[in-house]
């Protein structure tokens, strides 16, 4: 009941009631990684209403808000010993003229939980903080995410740099969101195209480590 509670009430962005029910369900001894599930499971909810333009921009930075919020009070309760070793790194953002980002705190969010050492770089990134970043973070991996149809010319530039930068050998790059596809995955010139959270966080466990599901 706790559960199902817990996506719709999320779902419909009820701030206050969220928070209660999760320190409510943390109390009852609920599997904070079912929290979690819940929380990503609502925040599809959430992506849905917004392609079908019943919500808005403002609406999913709330939902980012809030999923920030549950992930933050949920993390420590899932300090194992597995989970402190962490399987490598990854960065990743949305790529310059695109102010989407939905798709990469999800995409983030699992990557984290699932052990991953995650730099979020937010959104509209521009071509040399993703090179400055790479320099400075050392992922394995570089994850980027647009909406929109102009993300991929900066996809392609980001690419770009990154192979003038002399770093390409060094990671793997993946791509994803709402209008992205294995065309647009070639014309970048990534690995990959994750077509959703899950896929993205198959490729990290490919190119890393861990088990593919």
Not at 68 to 85: A, G, H, N, Y
Not at 192 to 197: N, P, T
Request: glycine content about 10%.
């Amino acid at each position: 009941m706790g559960k199902k509670r817990l996506i719709d009430l999320m779902a419909d962005l009820k701030e206050g009631e969220v928070y209660a029910l999760v320190e409510e369900l943390i109390n009852s001894g609920t599997d904070p990684l079912k929290i979690l599930d819940d929380a990503r499971s609502a925040m599809e909810i959430v992506g849905k209403r917004f392609e079908t333009e019943e919500y808005f921009i403002p609406d999913l930075v709330l939902a980012g808000e809030i999923l920030k919020v549950i992930s933050d009070r949920v993390k420590p309760f899932l300090k194992t010993e597995d989970d402190l070793q962490k399987k490598g790194k990854v960065l990743i953002g949305t790529v310059a003229g695109d102010i989407h980002d939905i798709g990469k705190d999800i995409v983030t969010f699992m990557l984290d939980v699932g052990g991953f050492e995650v730099l979020d770089l937010g959104i509209n990134v521009p071509v040399p903080v993703f090179v400055e970043k790479i320099k400075e973070f050392q992922p394995r991996v570089v994850g980027l995410s647009g909406f929109l149809t102009l993300a991929f010319d900066s996809m392609k530039k980001t690419v770009e740099a990154i192979e003038e930068a002399g770093l390409r050998d060094q990671i793997k790059i993946m791509i994803g969101g709402g209008q992205m596809d294995d065309e647009v995955r070639k014309y970048a010139r990534a690995d990959a195209y994750g077509k959703d959270a899950a896929a993205a966080v198959n490729l990290c466990k490919q190119w890393i480590g861990g088990q593919a599901s």
